[in-house]
C-alpha cells in the first residue's frame, strides 16, 4: 500500500517569494500533520488536523504559515514571503485516528532551500 | 527549553554488539514515549513505543526501557546489524489531550561491520 507522500520532493525559491507544499496522507487516515526539521534538529510540530479542521496550530512560528486540508484528505502548507531561515526539511505525518498513541506514519518530505 | 535530550549526536557499534541509545526529557506531563528511526532522505520511521505505566517494552531486537523516576529512556539493540545504520530520534508526547509528538535531536548510529 502506499504511504504518505509530499510534493515536490525538493523547492529552491527566492527570499520573499510564496510557497506550497503538498502533502497526500495514508488512504484512510484521519489524522494528519506538519513538521520541520531544521539541519541538526528533531522534527518540530507545526500543526495537527483531524478531518477538514486545524484541531492544533500552536506550533505555527507566525503568520505567515498557513495550512489547509479542504476536503479532509490532501494537505497544503503555504507558506508567504518566505524567508531564508524557512528553510527546512518539512515532514508530513498521518494517522488512522486522533490520539497521543497513534503511530504517525511520515512522509518522505520536501527539502525547501530559501535564497 | 529542549523537552527531549538525546546527549549523544553519534554512536559507533561493532556489528554484533549491543547497541545503546539514550534519551531524557524534562516535561512530567509526558506519558508515552517513541523511538523512529530515519535513514537520508527518507522520512520517520516508527521503530518501538513505551507507555509510562510499563518500565520494558520488547520488539525482536529493539528493547525501550523507561525510568520514570530519572525522566531517561533508552532503547537497545541487539545484536546489531549493519541495516541499523541511521539516525534514531526519541520522540514524547500525552496519551490523552495532546497528539503532537516532541522530538529529540537525534543520534547517529554506525554499525561497524
Known amino acids: 500500500g502506499a504511504g504518505v507522500s509530499q510534493t515536490p520532493s525538493n523547492k529552491v525559491t527566492e527570499k520573499g517569494k510564496y510557497v506550497e507544499l503538498r502533502c497526500d496522507p495514508i488512504?484512510?487516515?484521519?489524522?494528519l500533520y506538519w513538521y520541520r526539521q531544521s539541519l541538526g534538529q528533531g522534527p518540530e510540530f507545526l500543526i495537527y488536523?483531524?478531518?477538514?479542521?486545524?484541531?492544533?496550530d500552536s506550533g505555527l512560528p507566525n503568520d505567515r504559515f498557513f495550512a489547509v486540508r479542504p476536503e479532509g484528505s490532501v494537505s497544503t502548507l503555504k507558506i508567504q514571503r518566505t524567508e531564508r531561515g524557512d528553510s527546512a526539511v518539512y515532514l508530513c505525518?498521518?494517522?488512522?485516528?486522533?490520539?497521543?498513541?497513534?503511530?504517525?506514519?511520515f512522509g518522505p518530505g520536501t527539502r525547501l532551500l530559501v535564497l | 527549553d529542549q523537552q527531549v535530550k538525546q546527549n549523544s549526536p553519534s554512536l559507533s557499534v561493532q556489528e554484533g554488539r549491543i547497541s545503546i541509545l539514550n534519551c531524557d526529557y524534562t516535561?512530567?506531563?509526558?506519558?508515552?514515549f517513541l523511538w523512529y528511526k530515519k535513514y537520508p532522505a527518507e522520512g520517520p520511521t516508527f521503530l518501538i513505543s513505551?507507555?509510562?505505566?510499563?518500565d520494558k517494552n520488547e520488539d525482536g531486537r529493539f528493547t525501550v526501557f523507561l525510568n520514570k523516576s530519572a525522566k531517561h529512556l533508552s532503547l537497545h539493540i541487539v545484536p546489531s546489524q549493519p541495516g541499523d545504520s541511521a539516525v534514531y530520534f526519541c520522540?514524547?508526547?500525552?496519551?490523552?489531550?495532546?497528539?503532537?509528538?516532541?522530538f529529540g535531536t537525534g543520534t547517529r548510529l554506525t554499525i561497524i561491520p
Open positions: 488512504s484512510g487516515h484521519t489524522a
Open positions: 513505551i507507555s509510562s505505566i510499563k
Open positions: 505525518a498521518s494517522s488512522l485516528k486522533q490520539g497521543g498513541t497513534e503511530t504517525q506514519y
Open positions: 520522540a514524547a508526547n500525552r496519551d490523552f489531550g495532546s497528539e503532537k509528538l516532541t
Open positions: 516535561n512530567s506531563m509526558f506519558d508515552y
Open positions: 488536523f483531524q478531518g477538514t479542521g486545524a484541531a492544533d
